[in-house]
C-alpha cells in the first residue's frame, strides 16, 4: 500500500505551484469557468495525475458522454487508462415521454436517482480522488437554490467521510450570481477566457478560496495546448533573492564606457529611448556581443522585427547573431504581440535565465510587449517585477522604447524611465544640412557617468562614437546653434 501525501498534486506544474503544492486530501474543491475555459482538460490532468502515483481515481459525468471524453483525452495524446470513467445519464425512464407527467415532478425522480446511482459508484470503486462533471446539471434538477445546497452538502458530507478529494466543475450557465457551492466547497479556482479585439483568446485563473492554506492570489495566465494545460503563475520577484555580484561591464567601445561612467553594472536595467531609425536595436547587440565575448550568454526578445531579418541586419553591420545561436551563446526568440500573454513571456524570459543561464537580457521593444497587453493596464507594475526578477538574478537587462517624433518633443508610448537604472538617449538632430544622430546618457543610479552629448555613426563595423559636442547647444531639441568655433566645428564634421 503506498503511502499518501496530505497533498494531492494536481499534475499542472504552474497550478500546484501556485496552491503550493496541490489540492488538501480529503476536501472538496470547485472548478468554475464557462465553456471553453479548460474544467474538462484540467480535471483530466488531475485524475491522471493521480493514476500515475498508484491511487484509484473516478470521473462521473453528467454532461459529456465517455466517448467524448475518450475522444478530448486522445487529442492530447492521453491515455484514460487507469481511471475509471461512469457515463451518469438519465434512467430510460424518465426520458419516455408517457412517464414524464405524473404526481410527482420528474425532477424530483431524476434529482433521487442521480445521487444514489453517485453514491452506489463511488462504493464501486472507492477512489481516492473524483471528478463530478458538472454541476450545473444538479443544479437544473434541484430546481430551488434550497434543495440545491442541500444536495451539495449531502454530497460534500458523503466524499469527506470517504476521505476521497473531490473537484466539482461547474460550468456557470444558469445562475451567474450563485455562490452555494463556494461556501461549501474547501477551495475554490475560477478559470476566465477573454476575447480580445484582435489576436487569441486569452485566459487566466485566479484562486478565490482556499481554507487553512496560504496559495499565491492574483490573476495568473494559462493557455491549452495539444498536451494540457499549462499554467504561468504570476512572477513575484520577492521569492528570488540571489546574492548577485555587481561587478562593472566595460563595453570594448572607449567613448562609450565614458559616457556611461566606465560601463553597465551587473544585474541593473539599461533603457535605450530614442525615435524609430537612431539604432537602439543595434545599441543593445553591442552589449550583447561584449556578453558574448566574455564568455557569458545572452538571451534577446524581438517584438518589432522579423528574425531573419534582423540576423541579416546585424550581419551587415559586424555582428554574426546566427554564429552566436549555434554556439548555444544566444537565445533568439521573436515574440508575436497577438498571441502572447504577459505570463507567458514572463515564463520565457525565466527560462532563459535560469535553465539556460543567460546574464544579459534584450527586450526589443517595450512597444510591442505594450502591443501584446492592450487590456492590461499593468504593465508598469508587470515590468517593475520582471525587472526586479532580473536583477536579483544577476541579470543585465536592456529594454528600448521608441518614441513618436523625429525632432523635437519627444513622446513614449509608456513612461519607465523611473523603473530603469540607467536611461540612454538617442536624438537626431540637423547640422550643417544633414540629419546626424546624438547619444547622451540621461541617468545612472549606480554611479557617476559623462554628462555630455556625444555624435555617433553607424558603419560596417556597429557604432562610432565621436567626442562630446561641445560647439552646439540644442541638440536635443533636434536644432542646434552654433557657439563654437566655425573653423573647428568644420574639422570635427570632416573627420
Not at 12 to 27: A, C, P, T, W, Y
Not at 67 to 93: C, F, K, M, T
Not at 365 to 375: R, Y
Not at 428 to 457: N, Q
Amino acid at each position: 500500500m503506498h503511502k499518501k501525501l496530505k497533498i494531492a498534486a494536481t499534475g499542472i506544474d504552474g497550478l500546484d505551484e501556485i496552491l503550493v503544492g496541490g489540492l488538501s486530501r480529503g476536501r472538496v474543491f470547485l472548478l468554475e469557468g464557462s465553456p471553453g475555459t479548460g474544467k474538462t482538460t484540467i480535471a483530466t490532468q488531475f485524475l491522471m495525475a493521480g493514476a500515475a502515483a498508484g491511487e484509484k481515481t473516478l470521473y462521473i459525468t453528467l454532461s459529456e458522454t465517455e466517448q467524448e471524453l475518450r475522444d478530448s483525452a486522445e487529442s492530447h495524446g492521453w491515455s484514460l487508462d487507469g481511471i475509471e470513467v461512469y457515463e451518469l445519464v438519465p434512467p430510460e425512464n424518465l426520458l419516455d415521454e408517457q412517464q414524464q407527467q405524473s404526481l410527482l415532478y420528474s425532477s424530483d425522480l431524476e434529482l433521487g436517482e442521480t445521487t444514489k446511482r453517485i453514491f452506489e459508484t463511488f462504493e464501486r470503486v472507492s477512489p481516492d480522488r473524483v471528478v463530478l462533471d458538472s454541476l450545473s446539471e444538479i443544479r437544473l434538477l434541484a430546481q430551488s437554490s434550497l434543495r440545491y445546497r442541500r444536495q451539495i452538502l449531502a454530497l460534500k458530507h458523503y466524499f469527506a467521510t470517504q476521505n476521497a478529494t473531490v473537484l466539482m466543475l461547474d460550468d456557470m450557465t444558469t445562475e451567474l450570481n450563485d455562490k452555494t457551492v463556494h461556501s461549501v466547497a474547501h477551495g475554490v479556482v475560477a478559470l476566465e477566457e477573454l476575447a480580445r479585439d484582435y489576436g487569441a483568446e486569452r485566459r487566466r485563473l485566479r484562486v478565490v478560496k482556499y481554507r487553512g492554506r496560504r496559495f499565491r492570489g492574483g490573476y495568473h495566465d494559462f493557455t491549452i495546448e495539444t498536451g494540457g494545460v499549462k499554467v504561468y503563475p504570476r512572477l513575484v520577484s520577492a521569492d528570488y533573492r540571489n546574492p548577485v555580484s555587481r561587478d562593472n561591464l566595460a563595453t570594448e567601445s572607449l567613448p562609450l564606457n565614458a559616457l556611461l561612467g566606465g560601463g553597465v553594472e551587473r544585474g541593473s536595467s539599461v533603457l535605450i529611448l530614442g525615435p524609430s531609425g537612431t539604432g537602439k536595436s543595434l545599441l543593445a547587440l553591442t552589449f550583447v556581443l561584449g556578453a558574448v565575448r566574455r564568455g557569458e550568454r545572452a538571451a534577446m526578445f524581438v517584438f518589432d522585427e522579423e528574425k531573419g531579418l534582423l540576423i541579416k541586419r546585424a550581419w551587415g553591420l559586424g555582428i554574426d547573431l546566427q554564429a552566436m545561436v549555434d554556439a548555444d551563446q544566444l537565445v533568439l526568440q521573436q515574440v508575436d504581440a497577438a498571441e502572447l500573454t504577459p505570463g507567458e513571456f514572463s515564463d520565457k524570459v525565466r527560462d532563459c535565465v535560469e535553465g539556460h543561464g543567460a546574464l544579459t537580457v534584450v527586450i526589443d521593444s517595450l512597444n510591442g510587449f505594450q502591443a501584446a497587453m492592450p487590456e492590461e493596464n499593468a504593465l508598469i507594475l508587470h515590468m517593475h517585477e520582471l525587472l526586479q526578477y532580473l536583477n536579483r538574478q544577476g541579470a543585465t537587462t536592456f529594454l528600448t522604447v521608441a518614441q513618436h517624433g523625429l525632432v523635437g518633443d519627444m513622446q513614449s508610448p509608456v513612461d519607465v524611465t523611473y523603473l530603469a537604472d540607467t536611461v540612454v538617449l538617442l536624438r537626431y538632430f540637423e547640422a550643417l544640412g544633414r540629419v546626424r544622430r546624438a547619444m547622451s546618457v540621461v541617468k545612472k543610479r549606480t554611479g557617476p557617468h559623462e554628462d555630455t552629448i556625444r555624435e555617433y555613426v553607424i558603419g560596417g563595423s556597429g557604432i562610432t562614437l565621436g567626442e562630446p559636442l561641445t560647439d552646439f547647444q540644442g541638440v536635443l531639441r533636434g536644432v542646434p546653434l552654433l557657439v563654437g568655433s566655425g573653423s573647428d566645428l568644420l574639422e570635427k564634421a570632416g573627420r
